[in-house]
């Protein structure tokens, strides 16, 4: 079985996630597991920005007229971004 020494009593442990000692996380799988998990909670709780409050409001809005100029002038937007992505991508291949 491997053993694995804590990095902060410097005992060794026989396998297992966490120090038997001291409870301190030894295993690297579980290391990254739980930094990843914090990541996630910091990316929920991270405030929305101006422009998602902005989308979210009128992508929902009560009001039949503004909701369908929103999504009107949110197609005209995509539009746009697929012309402008279809033009790098044939640049992009006539330069290669």
Not at 41 to 52: A, I
Not at 60 to 84: D, E, K, T
Request: hydrophobic letters at 40%; a positive charge; proline letters at 1%.
């Amino acid at each position: 079985m491997l053993q694995i020494k804590c990095s902060k009593c410097k005992t060794w442990n026989n396998g297992g996630d966490y120090c038997t000692k001291c409870g301190t996380v030894i295993s690297m799988q579980e290391q990254e597991r739980l930094e990843d998990e914090i990541k996630k909670e910091k990316e929920y709780n991270k405030p929305k920005d101006k422009w998602q409050i902005f989308i979210s409001k009128y992508k929902h809005h009560h009001n039949l007229i503004l909701r369908s100029i929103f999504y009107m002038f949110y197609s005209v937007y995509l539009l746009f971004s697929l012309i402008g992505l279809v033009l790098a991508w044939i640049i992009l291949i006539v330069q290669a």
